[in-house]
């Protein structure tokens, strides 16, 4: 299977922060000491590492993580984890990720369902794991599309986060934890792009793994939808916190790490 790619190219990084920042093209050139039109030909997909460098700490962004995206040298090293596995989707005009963890006595967990939970199916009966729940980071559509068929399927129970309630799903504050077989997962706040977001952090694996949903993907983080200024700080506190080797699993783009994203995404790293 071919590598996911990035979820987000340079210019839609510097178009979040601004939408979050609430900054104009014209408001971005003053600040950063650039022409209008470099900041509006930037946003737009024009690389120009120079101006990047300069509009990046108006915006809050590493400049060195910017030009690392900007100029293509950040690639995510692959990542591999026995009881880890991913699906990814297509959704309209994207791909979508869910993601199945299980211990070594096959008991399984379903991190959302994607667009499509066929492949999370075939591996289960090929595996012959038992599915014991469905834990959902949020509930935006690309993400819970499936979760109907998955718990016919299995007869697991599903679980959403209480500030984003659904039917067939049993709400729960976050900070709760769960145990399943020999894994232990206990669930975090990382709201701001949706309004109840769950970051899952798995335990009972060779490392441990976080499910972040749309908080955070490799090289940049999901749109402040909700609250830019929240997105970035739960994600910081709840999310970049944990320890380096932790393994991260967006809900779109490649796996990666938190060591990895300190220093390569332009969100979290400081220079």
Excluded at 85 to 100: G, K, R
Excluded at 132 to 151: C, M, S, V
Excluded at 206 to 223: I, N, W, Y
Aim: one cysteine or more; aromatic letters at 8%.
């Amino acid at each position: 299977m071919n590598p996911i790619p990035l979820e987000d190219f340079f210019n839609d990084i510097v178009g979040k922060a601004m939408r979050g920042l609430k900054l104009s093209d014209s408001e971005v050139a003053t600040t950063a000491g650039v022409d209008t039109a470099a900041v509006q030909s930037l946003r737009e997909g024009a690389w120009n590492a120079d101006t990047a460098r300069k509009v990046a700490p108006v915006l809050g962004l590493g400049a060195a993580a910017l030009v690392g995206l900007g100029e293509k040298t950040y690639h995510p090293a692959p990542i591999s984890l026995n009881g880890l596995a991913q699906f990814n989707t297509p959704y309209e005009d994207m791909t979508v990720n869910s993601y199945l963890a299980w211990d070594a006595n096959g008991t399984a967990v379903a991190f959302d369902t994607g667009a499509d939970c066929t492949s999370m199916l075939d591996l289960l009966a090929e595996k012959k794991l038992r599915l014991a729940a469905i834990l959902l980071t949020h509930t935006h559509g690309d993400h819970i599309l499936e979760l109907d068929r998955l718990r016919e399927k299995t007869g697991a129970p599903a679980f959403v986060g209480n500030r984003e309630p659904i039917d067939g799903a049993e709400s729960f504050a976050a900070g709760r934890a769960f145990s399943f077989g020999g894994l232990d997962i206990g669930s975090r706040l990382t709201w701001g792009h949706s309004p109840g977001g769950i970051t899952f952090v798995v335990r009972g694996l060779a490392r441990p793994v976080a499910v972040v949903g749309d908080a955070v993907f490799a090289g940049s983080m999901g749109g402040g939808g909700i609250s830019y200024e929240a997105a970035l700080s739960t994600n910081r506190a709840e999310i970049m916190t944990l320890v380096d080797a932790t393994i991260l699993c967006p809900g779109h783009g490649p796996l990666t790490t938190v060591g990895e994203q300190r220093i390569h995404n332009p969100f979290f790293a400081s220079v």
